[in-house]
């Protein structure tokens, strides 16, 4: 984790859904000391997160803040008489490492899939055929619109999909979401995946997800499968992953 020592804690406010019956949302970011406003707003916005502004906390800390009003306290109030009102999750920026090698032990190695998490998001997905491409829709809450339409969150999913699945699939990013398409599967073959997808989509939003692959091939060993699969559907899907 981060020495904090080194850096300036800011608070980050995004766009209210309604400002008059509704606080506009927010959260904590760590950043490197020598970041000023313009660099943390920025790389927020570049990670997916939709920013109307950011504060720097030692600042606000200072002077008092009056936009202590957006977290549910009157207007005036020392800014950490509303700390507590703050969620708990600190995005660290930069975080944009989504890839951490491992050392190879005994012929595997460790992927480590690594961005800010959305502990309250909650994942949904179906699919349906078109011709002989099956699409998958997976669609989350709590999320930001174009969450995975760019920056980490794309990359990881990159990653992700080459390593799960077969070969042939096409990636389209949606609203709170993204599409996947995938030829010559059966109905059985389908569901499965959908499911693979959906688990694997819930695990990232929700922390780190960590994995092991063989060297040879360099794919998910079929352990790891089992963590979002039964060994029914396993079985149904090996064929395409052989």
């Given amino acids: 984790m981060c020495k904090l020592r080194r850096y300036e804690i800011w608070v980050a406010y995004a766009p209210p859904p309604d400002p008059i019956d509704h606080p506009e949302p927010f959260l904590r970011v760590a950043a490197p000391a020598d970041w000023g406003y313009d660099r943390v707003l920025n790389t927020l916005l570049e990670k997916g997160y939709e920013v109307s502004f950011v504060l720097d906390l030692p600042q606000a800390l200072k002077n008092g803040l009056a936009e202590a009003r957006f977290c549910g306290v009157p207007i005036g109030e020392r800014f950490m008489k509303a700390w507590d009102y703050i969620p708990s999750l600190i995005v660290f920026l930069p975080s944009g490492r989504v890839i951490t090698p491992r050392r190879v032990s005994r012929g595997y190695s460790k992927r480590v899939i690594s961005v800010p998490a959305y502990p309250r998001a909650i ?4 699919h349906y055929a078109d011709g002989e491409w099956r699409v998958f829709t997976i669609l989350a809450t709590d999320v930001p ?3 995975f339409e760019k920056g980490a969150y794309r990359d990881a999913l990159g990653v992700i999909l080459e390593d799960f699945l ?13 599409e996947v398409e995938l030829g010559g599967l059966t109905k059985t073959q389908a569901h499965a995946v959908c499911r693979l997808l959906r688990e694997l989509t819930q695990k990232l939003l929700r922390g780190v997800l960590t994995y092991r692959r063989g060297t040879t091939p360099r794919r998910p ?9 039964t060994q029914e559907e396993l079985q149904a899907i090996q064929p395409l992953l052989d």
């Fill in 123 to 126: 994942t949904s997905a179906y």
């Fill in 145 to 147: 619109n174009d969450l």
């Fill in 166 to 178: 077969p070969r042939g699939w096409l990636y389209t990013p949606i609203k709170r979401g993204f």
């Fill in 221 to 229: 060993l079929p352990q790891e499968y089992l963590r979002f699969l």
